[in-house]
């Protein structure tokens, strides 16, 4: 079933009131897709939050193609969740409180006289491994931070290896982290560095919850940093530099709207976005949009929420539009 006809049918059987006769074949394609199933007193909750869901995405989508949006949304597999539940299940980053100039922590004001390129994607470059999956657990953290140390190894030693997100949620919880129920990415770092290395993916694989202990193997690591570098806080013009020197930067951003939940294509503005951040994504370049005879800057961040959502599991985020969605607000990445 197209977008376009599926959106004429949300909106005739939403006025109709004959929503669930008519939505019947979509919802049971839906939940064969993404190999959903429930218990029977459960099932009538979750196909009227996904039909809900369904009904906004096709609102939007119909006010985007008479342009009053840059981006479009789609169904994708967290429809069955409301807005509270997603928030609560995967938006999981903690914001420093006071950043503090620790040891081995250095903050970047991103100030140099060199010019940087207008356009960089680290993804072409090789620094960045596949779109992951943190499932219902709220480690956006842990996956933002593999995601920097992915790329500083890459750049040390030619290698791209995927690094275990599970050793971060097991082992960094005497840094201050929470495995599921959230962290800190410069605490991801920090345990890093104090550790002395992290296992990789293949060794300590992801479980998509918290184990009962520890089980870094010193001998199997494949990845360290002695520092980190805290990018200055709200200033786009440092986190360019950065993104455009070092390699793809680990970053937060504003996602509890329903809006970026169900992002698909196109530069994601939205007035829903604000400057509390509380989930941690990857930025791996940035570009320029050209559109309706203007250019648009945006940020290309990777997500942890597979290639399902976003445009392969990525966002392009508008950029130099006053540190949309906090972007800026809590970017670092890791040195060595």
Known sequence: MGPLVLAVLVATTASSGGADLALEGAWRGWKGLHRKEYLQEEESFRRSVWEKNLQRIAQHNTEASLGRHSFHLAMNHYGDLTDEEFNQRLNGFCPDPIPR??????????????????????????YVTPVKNQGHCGACWAFSATGALEGLMFNKTGKLVSLSEQNLIDCSTKMGNHGCRGGYITKAFEYVRENGGI?????????????????????????????????QSGSEEALEHAVATVGPVSVAVDAQSFFFHFYKSGVFSSSWCGQRVNHAMLA???????????????????????????????????????NHCGVANQASYPTI
């Open 199 to 231: 296992d990789s993916e293949q060794d300590y694989p992801y479980l998509e919850q918290e184990a009962s202990g520890c089980r870094y193997n010193a001998q199997a690591r494949v990845a360290n940093c002695s520092s980190l570098v805290r990018i």
């Open 284 to 322: 791996v370049g940035y570009g320029v949009n050209q559109a309706g005879g203007a250019n648009i800057d945006y940020w290309i961040l990777k997500n942890s929420w597979t290639e399902n959502w976003g445009e392969g599991g990525y966002m392009r985020l508008v950029k130099g539009a006053g």
């Open 101 to 126: 100039d620790g040891k081995g922590v250095v903050v970047s004001q991103g100030l140099s006289v060199r010019e940087v390129p207008k356009e960089v994607d680290w993804r072409s470059k090789g």
